[in-house]
């Protein structure tokens, strides 16, 4: 069952923190500015190296012999890794003719998973719930129980027995003619199940102890002679242990050392598994110094030497190494950039913190400063990759740039504010709704084509309500159009004597359409 806890944090509380905050966030953004600037000099050096390397490389065909030539030289060469020697855990019955012996340990243990949900209240506190769950489960080290949240499993993890873990690696592993580096032997894998034999199972023969002292000096068959009688080495000559056997303080089965009871698995209880690497074939690239060989330093001060299992051709070797580079280049700019966006979330979270009062403000605050710090920090890794392209790789460095300021630039043009849109002109109040209307606001365009419209002024009672010149096709058919205001048209006989109301217009041709209709129908 989840065990809860809640805490709560006052605004002050939060506003202190942030302040905290805003120093953690500049050394996480120094720390990624470093990271980055010093990833890209590794990438480029290493690049650099492995070109160098790869020139300078000879290959040969067979090391079955030493060849004083090659004394000095960067060489490819592939062969069988192999020996003729014992080699055992120090601890435990497992040994035999191995490149090495790997021993792993695990414990038996409780171990707890917390979820945490943060809620904001009004106020600008802070209620954060704390959600703790526990299972068993096989784990690499021993789990601290005491510091449990649950006071229920509070001091329930015990361990029967703390093993720390262990690998022995052979000291003599043969390349053909010349004798492996320790650092190429460590490179060689392919583990399989190292099984474990039990002294009371070991039947060690006098012919063993021959074979051995006849391919070994009379002191090394004395050594040998001795651990055989403990039953720890001369694992050819042991019988492996099959089904679990109680042996000492712990069962053994197969491969596996267990202490408790396999059948019955109990919190405290501790499993060791043993692996061995055997002799296989490998392909190597490795500078020679004498019967051995030594890594390859470049120019630049980098050192090179590979080990791959299989037959691998030189390019295939070289093209693996510029693949590993990119890898490491790639998994080490993306931790370099969410440092220094975290340094900068950091910086400027107390503008989100401020307004936590209302936590509705906050998030869009939150939302704009997150967008900000993300084309902020994405622009100023730009520049610094840029920057340190520049002393390697100017093309590539003037690209990185570029992109930089492409980022800043449209973080500046979203920040500018848009231009107003135009607005409509405003509709003449004084003249009627209807577009069909004299007043005609909206749809009237050329009100200046009138030279004299005060001329009329004498012929109408209130001449600047009669807008007769605005008409420019037939203004007196128009007018009977309005009968909800004939007050303010002062000529009712108009339609009924229109030849008596002709010599009253004298100036008649002023107008556009005259000449078209000199006379008002009736």
């Known amino acids: 069952m ?9 605004y002050g509380q939060r506003v202190g923190d942030s302040f905290k905050g805003i120093g953690a966030g500049f050394l996480m953004f120094i720390a990624g500015t470093v990271l980055l600037w010093w990833n890209e000099g590794r990438t480029v050096k290493t690049d650099d190296m492995l070109n160098e390397a790869q020139a300078n490389t000879e290959i040969v065909e067979s090391v079955a012999k030493i060849n004083p030539d090659l004394e000095g030289k960067l060489i490819h060469a592939t062969a069988k890794a192999e020996t003729t020697d014992s080699i055992s855990d120090p601890e435990y019955p497992v040994g035999g003719v191995a490149i090495n012996i790997r021993r792993t340990v695990e414990y038996y243990q409780w171990v707890e998973h917390e979820k945490t949900e943060k809620r904001d209240k009004l106020g600008g506190g802070e209620e954060t719930i704390h959600t703790y769950t526990y299972e068993k489960k096989w784990v690499s080290s021993p789990v601290n129980s005491s510091t449990f949240a649950d006071p229920a499993y509070q001091g329930r993890n015990t361990v029967r027995k703390e093993v720390e873990d262990n690998v022995v690696y052979n000291e003599n592993v043969t390349f053909g003619a010349y004798k492996l580096p320790q650092f190429f032997v460590s490179s060689i894998s392919g583990s399989k199940p190292a099984m474990l034999q039990v002294p009371g199972n070991t039947n060690v023969s006098h012919d063993a102890l021959d074979a051995a002292a006849d391919s070994a000096s009379a002191d090394q068959a004395a050594d040998q002679a001795e651990d055989a009688a403990d039953g720890r080495v001369l694992a050819q000559t042991e019988t492996p242990v099959t089904g679990s056997v109680q042996y000492k303080d712990y069962v053994v089965n197969g491969n596996m050392v267990y202490y408790g009871d396999p059948t019955a698995t109990q919190i405290g209880d501790v499993r060791i598994t043993f692996t061995r690497v055997d002799p296989a074939v490998v392909s190597i690239l490795g500078r020679v110094q004498g ?122 043009i979203r920040g500018k504010n848009k231009k107003p849109e135009l607005q409509p002109a405003p509709v003449d109040a004084q003249g009627p709704q209807d577009p069909q209307g004299p007043q005609g606001g909206q749809q009237y365009q050329q009100p200046q084509q009138y030279q004299q419209p005060q001329q009329q002024a004498p012929q109408y009672q209130q001449p600047q309500q009669y807008q007769a010149p605005q008409y420019p096709q037939q203004p007196q058919q128009q007018a009977p159009q309005y009968p909800q205001q004939p007050q303010q048209y002062q000529a009712p006989q108009y339609p009924q004597q229109p030849q008596q109301q002709a010599p009253q217009y004298p100036q008649a041709p002023q107008y556009p359409n005259a000449n078209q209709n000199p006379e008002i129908p009736e």
């Open 2 to 10: 989840a065990y809860q806890t809640v805490t709560t944090r006052s």
């Open 291 to 412: 019967e051995t060989f030594s890594e390859y330093v470049a120019k630049n001060g980098h050192k090179f030497s590979r080990l791959e299992m299989g037959t691998k051709s030189s390019d295939e070797m070289y093209q693996s190494a510029h693949d590993e580079n990119d890898m490491i280049k790639w998994a080490l700019r993306i931790l370099g950039i969410l440092l220094v966006v975290g340094g900068l979330k950091g910086i400027f979270g107390i503008l989100t913190t401020l307004l936590k009062v209302v936590p509705f403000l906050a998030s869009i605050m939150n939302f704009g400063v997150g967008l900000i710090c993300w084309v902020l920090g994405l622009a100023w890794s730009f520049i610094v990759i840029g920057v340190a392209w520049l002393f390697y790789r100017p093309v590539a460095g003037i690209i990185m740039l570029a992109l930089a300021g492409a980022l800043v630039a449209w973080l500046v």
